[in-house]
Nanobody, 124 residues
Framework: QVQLIESGGGLVQAGGSLRLSCAAS????????MAWFRRASGKDREFVSAITWSGSHAYYADFVNGRFAISRDNAKNMVTLQMISLKPEDTGVYFC?????????????????WGQGTQVTVSA
């Protein structure tokens, strides 16, 4: 069974930075496409960023606007999301997800495995 465990969330002031990590176990991580989604209170889950199995292609939601960077280390079964210039509207629970097709998809329906999430709170 694939397990995804997120870490790195926390409370930060607007303009600050956070680095989220997702550790994977129990599966063939190096073949999975990986992504980050988030859910703000009272809102639907939304796509943040994705990366293909090889790391050769990365994708971002429009609201990221160059502030976030996704990367992966297949040797360590880890994917990270570096976030800078955080805004209060970035507040939410951030989820790591994996798809066995290896794609960098923005559609949550393409992802078979999900982590429990890590809370990111950005104060004004």
């Amino acid at each position: 069974q694939v397990q995804l465990i997120e870490s790195g969330g926390g409370l930060v002031q607007a303009g600050g930075s956070l680095r989220l990590s997702c550790a994977a176990s129990g599966g063939a991580f190096s073949t999975y496409g990986m992504a980050w989604f988030r859910r703000a209170s009272g809102k639907d889950r939304e796509f943040v960023s994705a990366i293909t199995w090889s790391g050769s292609h990365a994708y971002y939601a429009d609201f990221v606007n160059g502030r976030f960077a996704i990367s992966r280390d297949n040797a360590k079964n880890m994917v990270t999301l570096q976030m800078i210039s955080l805004k209060p509207e970035d507040t939410g629970v951030y989820f790591c997800a994996a798809n066995v097709a290896g794609r960098g998809s923005s559609d949550p329906a393409d992802y078979q495995y999900w982590g429990q999430g890590t809370q990111v709170t950005v104060s004004a």
